[in-house]
């Protein structure tokens, strides 16, 4: 599944998506998307796509 586009999705749509592909397992040694992310939940991590300020590669490569 990719990222739906801001052009063509609603900003529910974005953040279902996000929170799909970025789910807290609980259990930081074995996940790492608090590393990932900087300690940042994923949503705020997100927060340019969701609104629909910048598309989701964009803010991705933010945190590669």
Do not use: W
């Amino acid at each position: 599944m990719s990222a739906p586009n801001i052009s063509d999705s609603t900003e529910i749509e974005r953040r279902k998506y996000i929170n799909s592909i970025y789910k807290c397992i609980a259990d930081c040694d074995n996940c790492g998307l608090c590393q990932v992310f900087h300690g940042k939940d994923p949503e705020l991590a997100f927060d340019d796509y969701i609104s629909g300020k910048r598309e989701y590669m964009d803010v991705s490569m933010d945190y590669r």
